[in-house]
């Protein structure tokens, strides 16, 4: 418990020291290295004896793997929001 508390503290006081320009890169390198959550779901689903720790696996399998897939999709449109549109052409511009 007081372990996680730490890490909750400190995770508040690094993404607060973080300028907002940067939020993006962040959340997509926390993202890859959440891949990790799904390489242990997946150990502990394959080395489980019974049936209850093999569902509890599975779920953390789809969980961690919709949360990398969501976060990789939601960076990709927030960087789509720093592209530059083209401008509309009208009837008359050649």
């Keep these: 418990m007081t372990i996680l508390v ?3 503290f400190l ?4 993404i607060s020291k973080v300028p907002t320009m940067l939020h993006t890169p962040l959340m ?4 890859a290295i959440h891949g990790i959550v799904i390489v242990g779901a997946i150990l502990v689903a394959g080395t489980a004896d019974d049936g209850f720790t093999k569902i509890v696996g599975f779920v953390a ?9 969501g976060g990789f999709v939601v960076t990709d449109r927030m960087l789509q929001m720093f592209r530059r549109r083209e401008p509309r052409r009208g009837p008359h511009d050649e």
Excluded at 11 to 14: K, Q
Excluded at 28 to 31: D, E, F, I, L, V
């Design 61 to 69: 399998v789809v969980l961690a793997a919709a949360n990398v897939v």
């Design 28 to 31: 997509s390198g926390t993202n």
């Design 6 to 8: 730490l890490a909750i």
């Design 11 to 14: 995770g508040i006081e690094v």
